[in-house]
C-alpha cells in the first residue's frame, strides 16, 4: 500500500509532556498538510509544506507546535508543554505537484488524548 | 475568508434510496475549487467527488453526483443507490484557486439503514 500513513495511530500523554507524529505522504508528492480535527468539526489546516519549505501556517499553530520535513520526504509534528486543548485527531496529507494538485490524500490520522 | 456550511449534523437513508446532503459556502474568489470527502467510521477520508467552480456542468462519479450552483453558494451531493458501505461522515470543503489549505465544513453523519 502506497497510501500516506502515520505514526503512532494513537498517543496518550499527560499535560505538560512534548510528543511527536511522524507522516509519511505518497511517495511522488511534493507538497505535504497537516490538519486538525476536533469531535464534531472538520479537519482545520495548520501548515502545508511544497518539498521542504513550510510555505504556510494558520493561526491554529502556536509557538508550541513546530513541523518539519527536512529532506522533502516524510515530515514530523511536534506539539510541546501538551495542554488538554490539543487533544484531537492530526490528520496529514499530501498531494502531487503535477495535474490533480487540489487533490488531496489523507492518512489515517493520529489521535492524541492529553490527560 | 472562506466558509463552508454543512446543516445537517446526521442523515439516515434506507438502502437503495437516494439521499442528498446539502451544503453551502461563500467565498470571494473566483476561482476556487469544491470537494466531497467521505470519512468512513475509524478510517481515512477518502474523495468521493471534485468540482471545479468554473465549470457548469455537474460533476458525476457512478452513483454520486453533485448540483452546483454558482450563484447560490450551493454544492449539494446526491447519492443514488446507497449502499450499506456508505455509511461514514461526509464532509463538503472548498480550496480558492492558488492556495492549497482546504476549508472544510463540520460534517454530515449518513447511515445507510438496511
Known amino acids: 500500500d502506497t497510501g500516506v500513513s502515520q505514526d503512532p495511530r494513537h498517543k496518550i500523554t499527560k499535560r505538560g509532556q512534548n510528543v511527536t507524529f511522524r507522516c509519511d505522504p505518497i511517495s511522488e508528492h511534493n507538497r505535504l498538510y497537516w490538519y486538525r480535527q476536533t469531535l464534531g468539526q472538520g479537519p482545520e489546516f495548520l501548515t502545508y509544506f511544497q518539498n521542504e519549505a513550510q510555505l504556510e501556517k494558520s493561526r491554529l499553530l502556536s509557538d508550541r507546535f513546530s513541523a518539519e520535513r527536512p529532506k522533502g520526504s516524510f515530515s514530523t509534528l511536534e506539539i510541546q508543554r501538551t495542554e488538554q486543548g490539543d487533544s484531537a485527531m492530526y490528520l496529514c496529507?499530501?498531494?502531487?505537484?503535477?495535474?490533480?494538485?487540489?487533490?488531496?490524500?489523507f492518512g489515517p490520522g493520529t489521535r492524541l488524548t492529553v490527560t | 475568508a472562506q466558509t463552508v456550511t454543512q446543516s445537517q449534523p446526521e442523515m439516515s437513508v434506507q438502502e437503495a434510496e437516494t439521499v442528498t446532503l446539502s451544503c453551502t459556502y461563500d467565498t470571494s474568489e473566483n476561482n476556487y475549487y469544491l470537494f466531497w470527502y467521505k470519512q468512513p467510521p475509524s478510517r481515512q477520508m477518502i474523495l468521493v467527488i471534485r468540482q471545479e467552480a468554473y465549470k457548469q456542468q455537474n460533476a458525476t462519479e457512478n452513483r454520486f453526483s453533485v448540483n452546483f450552483q454558482k450563484a447560490a453558494k450551493s454544492f449539494s451531493l446526491k447519492i443514488s443507490d446507497s449502499q450499506l458501505g456508505d455509511t461514514a461522515m461526509y464532509f463538503c470543503a472548498s480550496a480558492a484557486s492558488g492556495t492549497y489549505k482546504y476549508i472544510f465544513g463540520t460534517g454530515t453523519r449518513l447511515k445507510v439503514l438496511a
Open positions: 496529507a499530501s498531494s502531487s505537484g503535477q495535474g490533480s494538485i487540489y487533490e488531496q490524500y
